[in-house]
């Protein structure tokens, strides 16, 4: 049970270095410590039964094709309590305006370059760097960032630190609601007393957000119509796109779907062609439309780059926003934010090595065993060393790759990441996490309260990506009026 639970070294989410919990878990470890071995294992067991029924899977790829499998659901929580939340809200609203700006400034005059602040050849060789294509755009609300998914830590003094910005096609928000249906189903016991803010209107939010892109020549005298824009069902995070289309009540197409026609983009319909003002598409850049990228494309819509171009369809997440969030980048975020702002961050980055430079790269090769190494263009924990947990021979491997292309990977120190209880095969043991906070930016910014918290449910593990066996737990923000309810 929890009181023979451990924290080790490591910052805790929930428990006191002296066994104690924490005073905003004090109600829920009292809780827990009622349940029987029998019940605990039967919840368990339910909440894992709850996510089959309903199909909540993604898809691992692997060398011999891809698997679905079931998101694994640990259901303690991680509650935060309202001044921290605060502060993560203004962290990513500010750190979310200087990434707009950024983007704006990188497509058109470049300020930032000439201020001498970020290295020119860093934005003009980025493989994300889509200058024929996007500049001269309109943007419609000059954003650039309709829906983004921030990841932070803790580190071991329990502070926030951002360990990666995802502002292309961020994934994960279905399970974020799943996680709370989930939970109050099995679990209902657990939300009597909590003052929880609610999932509630979040989902009218995104859409309000999605709606408010019209396009320059939209049809003002009809509801403007959207569609989410899927590569299919054999994409990592179908059941992300299907979730999130049901539930604001748009479309969920393909590209076969849609149809360019005198720049204007059209759904096919059984009753003929509709008329589509803003695509919320969930298809990379690279496969938007074969006429403006890769011709190869099966997936997306010829044609489809003209007619934003002409002010006839806005696209979300905008064109080319990878620039501004690959792991090289990253490292100048905290300038951006002096630079566009005038402010200093109010949620720090982890510190970060550019192996570019021979002098870090020199401390790297000779402290591999002690850091992180992360390939500056992957993502979903892929093409990654963790110094401490590595053999000899990735490490060499690590190594020759570095020095082949140092340009292509980044170092940071191995943080401490926070840990919090985890309820697994009949125990309780402590597990690191990380928290992915979604940003959603329409006429106003809106921060969904919580997120998701990802748990690395393999002991001892600092992967928290479900790909590499992480699981999800529902997240409490404690809202307005003390800890709880009386």
């Avoid at 827990?32 to 294992?41: G, Y």
């Avoid at 002991?459 to 923000?477: A, F, P, R």
Wanted: hydrophobic letters at 35%; one cysteine or more; aromatic letters at 10%.
């Amino acid at each position: 049970m929890l009181t023979n639970y451990q924290t080790g070294t490591f910052f805790d989410e929930m428990m006191k270095q002296d066994g104690q919990p924490k005073r905003h878990y004090q109600w829920f470890y009292q809780l827990v410590n009622q349940f029987s071995e029998r019940d605990l294992m039967n919840k368990h067991e339910t909440a894992q039964l709850n996510f089959l029924r309903q199909g909540i899977t993604f898809t691992v790829y692997n060398h011999t094709g891809g698997t679905e499998r079931t998101m694994p659901f640990d259901f303690v929580p991680i509650i935060i309590p309202r001044h921290d939340w605060e502060k993560i809200e203004k962290g990513m609203k500010q750190r979310m305006t200087a990434l707009n700006h950024f983007l704006d400034d990188v497509y058109d005059e470049q300020r930032i370059v000439e201020a001498g602040i970020i290295p020119r050849d860093l934005i003009e060789n980025n493989p994300y760097y889509y200058k024929k294509q996007v500049s001269g755009l309109k943007v419609p609300l000059n954003n650039h960032i309709f829906l983004a998914g921030v990841d932070l830590i803790r580190d071991e003094n329990g502070d926030y630190r951002v360990l990666e910005d995802n502002l292309r096609n961020p994934s994960g928000m279905s399970y974020v609601f799943q996680n709370r249906y989930v939970m109050r189903q099995v679990y209902p016991e657990l939300f009597f007393q909590h003052s929880i803010e609610t999932l509630e209107h979040q989902i009218s939010e995104l859409h309000r957000s999605v709606i408010s892109h019209l396009p320059e020549n939209a049809d003002v005298t009809s509801s403007p119509t959207a569609v989410l824009l899927t590569p299919g069902i054999y994409n990592s995070a179908y059941y992300d796109h299907v979730f999130l289309a049901q539930q604001m009540g748009i479309e969920l197409v393909e590209g076969r779907d849609l149809t360019v026609k005198d720049d204007v983009v059209y759904m096919k319909t059984i009753r003929g062609l509709k008329r589509v003002d803003i695509i919320y598409r969930r298809i990379d850049d690279d496969f938007l439309d074969p006429e403006a990228f890769r011709p190869d494309s099966a997936l997306g819509v010829s044609g489809l780059l003209r007619a934003y171009k002409k002010g006839n369809v806005s696209i979300l997440n905008g064109i080319g926003n990878g620039v501004a969030d690959d792991k090289a980048m990253y490292v100048y975020v905290p300038d951006m934010i002096r630079f566009y702002l005038d402010e200093e961050p109010i949620i720090p980055n982890v510190e970060t090595y550019f192996l570019s430079d021979p002098e870090k790269l020199d401390y790297v090769l000779e402290n591999i065993d002690k850091l992180v190494i992360k390939n500056v263009g992957a993502s979903g924990g892929y093409d990654m060393l963790i110094g401490p947990q590595s053999e000899e021979s990735e490490r060499e491997e690590f190594k020759r790759k570095i020095i082949e292309k140092p340009s292509q990977y980044i170092a940071q120190p191995t943080i401490k990441l926070s840990r919090a209880p985890a309820y697994q095969e009949g125990r309780f043991y402590p597990c690191h996490v990380d928290l992915r906070v979604f940003v959603m930016n329409g006429e106003t910014t809106n921060v969904l309260p919580g997120g998701l918290s990802r748990v690395a449910l393999k002991e001892g593990s600092l992967v928290v990506n479900s790909s590499q066996g992480g699981g999800g737990k529902d997240t409490w923000i404690l809202s307005e009026g003390g800890d709880f309810h009386a």
